[in-house]
């Protein structure tokens, strides 16, 4: 595996993909710079995307829009699953439902 670092800013990564548009191969790139290849070419994909060069993959937008509503959404089962178990103590405690009344 690779070296894991802090991830790098974004004008850095856009000044990386600046060079690679100009046609600066990624290994020089890399020798010189110190982010992998590989890395690079997701960069340049990527902005790609979000400038609409290619639609093969989700804009930073959209990739952004996908985990806001994963955590919303695994907060809303987390509550669901609360309110369930609250209810069946609610059920416990009262001794269930109250009968109807026979008048109506």
Same mark, same amino acid.
């Given at each position: 595996?690779?070296?894991?670092?802090?991830?790098?800013?974004?004008?850095? #990564?856009?000044?990386?993909?600046? $060079?690679? &548009?100009?046609? !600066?191969? *990624?290994? +020089?790139?890399?020798?010189?710079?110190?982010?992998?290849?590989?890395?690079?070419?997701?960069?340049?994909?990527?902005?790609?995307?979000?400038?609409?060069?290619?639609?093969?993959?989700?804009?930073?937008?959209? #990739?952004?829009?996908?985990?806001? $509503?994963? &955590?919303?959404? !695994?907060? *809303?089962? +987390?509550?669901?699953?609360?309110?369930?178990?609250?209810?069946?103590?609610?059920?416990?405690?009262?001794?269930?439902?109250?009968?109807?009344?026979?008048?109506?």
């Amino acid at each position: 595996m690779g070296k894991k670092h802090a991830p790098y800013p974004p004008e850095y #990564r856009r000044q990386m993909v600046e $060079l690679v &548009r100009a046609g !600066r191969p *990624l290994e +020089e790139l890399s020798r010189e710079f110190g982010p992998s290849p590989n890395s690079m070419r997701n960069w340049v994909k990527q902005a790609d995307l979000d400038e609409g060069r290619r639609d093969d993959g989700f804009t930073t937008a959209e #990739r952004e829009e996908i985990r806001r $509503l994963k &955590r919303e959404n !695994r907060q *809303l089962r +987390e509550e669901r699953e609360i309110l369930k178990k609250a209810a069946a103590w609610f059920a416990r405690e009262t001794d269930s439902i109250p009968p109807k009344s026979s008048n109506s």
